[in-house]
């Protein structure tokens, strides 16, 4: 196969790679489960997870069975015993012990209505929410409510707050203590009064983000091995069971409701729901006690409360590449403090690093491109003979230096490059708000409001093709390849993309025509030394 067919076709899949990967996602995105589905507590959830393993507990002690056991569910609105504020977000804590609502007050997560997130869906398992072995004590325990230590609104600052939530059951009392900071993470000590068993979740995952984008969501555990488990949603198996975890984190494209410990470690099982999404468990003990989680996947908040939980950031199947390019982005945005330019840098980084590897590649098209002629009149003088043809054409590359694989291995390194920068442009919570120019691009999480960037895209991406050299040998792909960057363009117009991702294509797409240029001309100087070489020796 001609090294032109070979890139051409190599970028073809790339480019249908995106669509597919991209388009169909957002086009023909599953229905959302209604909320009365999402129920983990009703009895159609519990009938489905029977096969939830115990954990060192009899196997009516399950979170499954426990599920079943809660046939009376809570409604979907507690009455609030204590609403903590702070200068970030309110949480709210029901008469049932449980986190009922978490919402954030930075403007930046507010939507266009100006209304705050609030990211705990209705009708869903609450963070700190507990599930008894017993039926009976479990039903009694959705229907007694706890007392709280500080009622009303407790404003948070730059202290701590302090709170005591205890519930008076038949024969024994469950107490929870809460220590919460200003920065959302919080520690909670469990304790009953006699032992029975039970588990505690952090809850269904939050729910922050509608997009119609190929996102993860679902639960993520770090083993004691230090292996990260991603179980998405829709493919729990309801049989999953982590012992000594460290992390237990339910997750969103952009926030996350977690537990964790870093010293004995926590026993997770892991509940099917209804639909097929996971729903975390911790085995509970009469004096359990964790730290916890809620709120943005911001990094620096991770990393100040331990540097351990930034494990908690996902970005799906390019994570071994998109973990190390979004520390890059984060040391450049320190340096500089614009997540713009940080975008902007990170990629002309990222093109002098395999600057060397794309000019032996283009260098080798633009020989084979002067090849041209003479492969063609090969082709017809050995059109019968294939073996025959395909030694001739060897001859030839061997002769005028020319590799005909040289351009490949920069082509298929930015498939992967590309899918991981997506990753972490669509995911990283740090773009949301983020202003690149004032009056323009006022948030990298959201479109372009003035359709820019994505008509840049598509008008820079026909240049590159323009001095790029071609040799189609094939008529279908020369007419998508003419079409293309007007599909492309249309196709960001139309689907609201992240305008970080689109400017980072648009400045690659600037760079790949510069360095094209570049190297042009050092062909163009080579070829003249080259002939004055030849006409000297002729002499």
């Known amino acids: 196969m001609e090294q032109q067919d070979l890139n051409k076709r190599l970028l073809l899949a790339l480019a249908l790679s995106f669509l597919v990967f991209v388009g169909y996602s957002y086009l023909f995105q599953p229905a959302p489960v209604p909320p009365a589905e999402q129920n983990t507590t009703i009895k159609q959830s519990a009938a489905a997870d029977k096969a939830v393993p115990s954990l060192a507990v009899s196997s009516s002690a399950t979170p499954a069975a426990s599920a079943s056991h809660a046939a009376k569910a809570p409604k ?88 005591t939530l205890t519930q008076e059951l038949s024969g024994m009392t469950v107490t929870k203590t809460l220590t919460v900071q200003p920065n959302g993470a919080y520690s909670v000590t469990v304790t009953t009064s006699k032992k029975v068993p039970y588990f505690i979740t952090p809850g269904h995952r939050p729910m922050a983000d509608s997009s119609n984008y190929i996102l993860v969501r679902g639960a993520l555990i770090k083993g004691a091995d230090g292996v990260i488990t991603t179980i998405e949603d829709g493919d729990a198996k ?61 990094y620096t908040t991770l990393k100040a409360i331990n540097p351990e939980l930034t494990d908690a950031i996902e970005f799906g199947w390019f994570t071994f590449l998109s973990k190390p390019f979004f520390k890059v982005l984060l040391w450049i945005h320190h340096a500089i403090g614009n997540w ?17 590897l794309s000019y032996k590649g283009m260098m080798s098209m633009q020989k084979l491109k002067d090849l041209a002629p003479k492969m063609k009149d090969l082709r017809q003088k050995y059109k019968d003979d294939p073996a025959k043809l395909n030694m001739k054409m060897m001859e030839m590359y061997k002769k005028h230096g020319a590799n005909p694989m040289g351009g490949c291995l920069p082509m298929l390194l ?75 363009a249309g196709m960001f117009i139309i689907m609201p993309f992240p305008s970080g991702l689109v400017l980072y294509w648009v400045v690659n797409n600037i760079f790949t025509i510069g360095q094209q240029y570049i190297i042009n001309a050092a062909y163009q100087k080579q070829k003249a030394v080259a002939a004055e070489a030849k006409g000297k020796e002729t002499k």
């Open 340 to 356: 713009g330019w940080a975008i902007i840098l990170f990629t002309l980084l990222v093109k002098l690093v395999l600057f060397p």
């Open 76 to 163: 979907s609105v507690e009455k609030a015993l204590t609403t903590i504020v702070s200068p970030t977000f309110k949480m709210t804590i029901d008469e049932l012990g449980r986190i009922a609502q978490f919402e954030l007050l930075e403007k930046k997560y507010q939507n266009a209505e100006g209304h705050n997130l609030q990211i705990l869906g209705a009708n869903v398992a609450k963070p700190l929410e507990m599930r008894f072995g017993d039926a009976i004590l479990n039903e009694e325990a959705f229907n007694t409510p706890y007392r709280t230590s500080a009622a009303g609104t407790v404003e948070i600052d730059k202290q701590p707050v302090n709170l």
């Open 414 to 488: 930015q498939i992967p490059v590309f899918f991981a920068l997506y990753r972490v442009l669509l995911n990283a919570d740090e773009l949301q708000g983020a202003v690149w120019i004032p009056g323009w691009i006022e948030n990298l999480a959201a479109a372009d409001p003035y359709y820019i960037l994505p008509v840049l895209m598509g008008v820079t991406m026909w240049f590159q093709q323009k001095i790029t050299p071609n040799n189609f040998t094939d008529p279908m792909q020369e007419k998508i390849f003419k079409w293309f960057p007007v599909l492309m």
């Open 238 to 298: 309801g049989d999953e069971v982590f012992k000594h975890a460290r992390i237990a984190s339910a997750f969103d494209r952009y926030v996350a409701s977690m537990f964790y410990d870093f010293k004995e470690g926590m026993d997770v099982s892991i509940l099917k729901e209804a639909n097929g999404d996971p729903l975390i468990f911790v085995e509970g003990k009469p004096e359990l006690s964790i730290g916890g989680y809620i709120g943005p996947k911001e």
